[in-house]
C-alpha cells in the first residue's frame, strides 16, 4: 500500500517536470502549424503551401481550400492596412477574386467545393462592402486595432455636435420639395467629407481616440443618409 503511494507520488513528480517542456512543445507546434498556415489539401492531403491563385487552390490537384479566417479583409483585398484605400484597385480586386471563387464556376464540382465557394464569395463580398465605405472601413480598422464602438452606445458627444444633428433632422422631417431634400443632401456630403479627411488623419497619426470620435459623428450622419434615401423612394 505505501509503496503504491510512493509510486503514485514519484508518477506526479516525473510529470510536473516533464509537464512543463510538455507544454512548450505544444506551443511550438501550433505556432510552426500557424506558420504553415494549413494543415494541408482537403482532397489530396499536401502539405499547405501558397498554391495557385493566392492560396486558394491546391497547387497539386487544384481543388478549392476552405478560406483563411484569420486572414484579416485589408489582406484579403490586398489593400495596405490603413484607411486610404485606392478604391479602384479595391473594385479590381474584387472583380477578380469573384472570377475565382463564385460559385457559378463551381456548379460541376464536388459539393465541398461548392460549400467553400459560397463561404469565399461571401468573404469576398463583405471584404469589399466594409472596406468601400469610410464608415464601415474606419470601424474595421479601429477593431484591428482594438477598438470598438458598440452599436446603440452614445459616445460623450459635445452639445454643439448634437445641436447640429439635431437641426438636420428637423430639415429633413420638413423638407417637402425636392430642393429641400437636396439641400440636406448636400450638406450632409459636405459633413462626410470633412469628417472622411479627419479620421483619415486622424489614422495617419495612429490617434485612435480622435478616429473613435469622428467615426461616431459619420455614424450620426450616416443614420441622416438612411433616412433621406428612405424619404425619397416615392409611395
Ligand atoms: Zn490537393
Same mark, same amino acid.
Given at each position: 500500500m505505501w509503496s503504491g503511494r510512493s509510486r503514485a507520488l514519484l508518477r506526479v513528480w516525473e510529470l510536473w517536470p516533464a509537464g512543463v517542456p510538455g507544454r512548450r512543445l505544444l506551443s511550438c507546434n501550433a505556432a510552426s502549424q500557424a506558420r504553415s498556415n494549413s494543415p494541408g489539401c482537403w482532397n489530396c492531403g499536401v502539405p499547405g503551401a501558397p498554391g495557385l491563385g493566392d492560396g486558394f487552390f491546391c497547387p497539386q490537384c487544384r481543388a478549392l481550400q476552405p478560406p483563411?479566417? @484569420?486572414?484579416? $479583409? %485589408?489582406?484579403?483585398?490586398?489593400?495596405?492596412?490603413?484607411?486610404?484605400?485606392?478604391?479602384?484597385?479595391?473594385?479590381?480586386?474584387?472583380? &477578380?477574386?469573384?472570377?475565382?471563387? /463564385?460559385?457559378? %464556376?463551381?456548379?460541376?464540382?464536388?459539393?465541398? =467545393?461548392?460549400?467553400?465557394?459560397?463561404? /469565399?464569395?461571401?468573404?469576398?463580398?463583405? +471584404?469589399y462592402k466594409t472596406l468601400l465605405a469610410p464608415?464601415? !472601413?474606419?470601424? $474595421?480598422?479601429?477593431?484591428? /486595432?482594438?477598438? &470598438?464602438?458598440?452599436?446603440g452606445t452614445d459616445y460623450e458627444m459635445d452639445k454643439q455636435f448634437l445641436m447640429e444633428i439635431? &437641426?438636420?433632422? =428637423?430639415?429633413? @422631417?420638413? @423638407?417637402?420639395?425636392?430642393? +429641400?431634400?437636396? &439641400?440636406?443632401?448636400?450638406?450632409?456630403?459636405?459633413?462626410?467629407k470633412e469628417l472622411t479627411d479627419n479620421v483619415g488623419k486622424a489614422f495617419e497619426q495612429d490617434d485612435f481616440?480622435? @478616429?473613435?470620435?469622428?467615426?461616431?459623428?459619420? !455614424?450620426?450622419?450616416?443614420?441622416?443618409?438612411?433616412?433621406?434615401?428612405?424619404?425619397k423612394i416615392p409611395l
Open positions: 483563411d479566417r @484569420a486572414r484579416d $479583409y %485589408f489582406s484579403l483585398m490586398d489593400c495596405n492596412r490603413s484607411f486610404r484605400v485606392d478604391t479602384t484597385k479595391l473594385q479590381r480586386r474584387y472583380q &477578380e477574386l469573384q472570377r475565382l471563387v /463564385h460559385p457559378d %464556376f463551381f456548379s460541376q464540382r464536388s459539393q465541398t =467545393e461548392k460549400d467553400f465557394s459560397e463561404k /469565399h464569395s461571401t468573404l469576398v463580398n463583405d +471584404a464608415l464601415s !472601413r474606419g470601424l $474595421y480598422l479601429l477593431k484591428l /486595432h482594438g477598438v &470598438e464602438i458598440p452599436e439635431m &437641426e438636420i433632422n =428637423e430639415k429633413l @422631417a420638413e @423638407a417637402q420639395s425636392e430642393a +429641400a431634400m437636396k &439641400e440636406v443632401e448636400s450638406i450632409v456630403r459636405a459633413k462626410q481616440e480622435k @478616429a473613435k470620435e469622428i467615426l461616431t459623428k459619420m !455614424r450620426y450622419f450616416s443614420n441622416v443618409e438612411e433616412k433621406l434615401k428612405l424619404k
